[in-house]
């Protein structure tokens, strides 16, 4: 499911897609999720370029194709934030939110 964007799931199972684009690039291999304030999310996307099954391409190739991005739920913009990350796959958020984390698998 990493190919659909960042999904909301409800308790019921019922699937929304809440955003699977930034900039005019399709997330590819979206993961990791953090919430921050004002319920805003901090999520990576691995690869623009290489999908789940191509995922072994993203490290042969070596080249920056990952993103850190949020998506505001009251505004419904997905804005990114740092672009040109080696495989983005983890984000987490202080305490205090005053920093972020973001894993690049590659480096």
């Not at 920056?64 to 419904?76: A, C, E, N, Q, V």
């Not at 990114?80 to 987490?92: E, P």
């Amino acid at each position: 499911m990493t190919y659909y964007g960042l999904l909301n799931i409800s308790k019921d199972g019922a699937i929304q897609v809440l955003t699977d684009e930034a900039e005019g690039l399709k997330f590819k291999l979206t993961d990791a999720v953090d919430i921050g304030a004002n319920d805003k999310l901090y999520f990576t996307d691995a690869s623009y370029k290489y999908g789940v099954d191509q995922a072994f391409l993203e490290l042969m190739v070596g080249r920056p194709h990952g993103r850190f991005l949020s998506y505001d739920p009251s505004t419904k913009k997905t804005s990114v934030l740092l672009k040109d990350l080696y495989s983005a796959n983890g984000v987490t958020l202080s305490a205090d939110h005053t920093f972020v984390i973001v894993c690049e698998t590659v480096m």
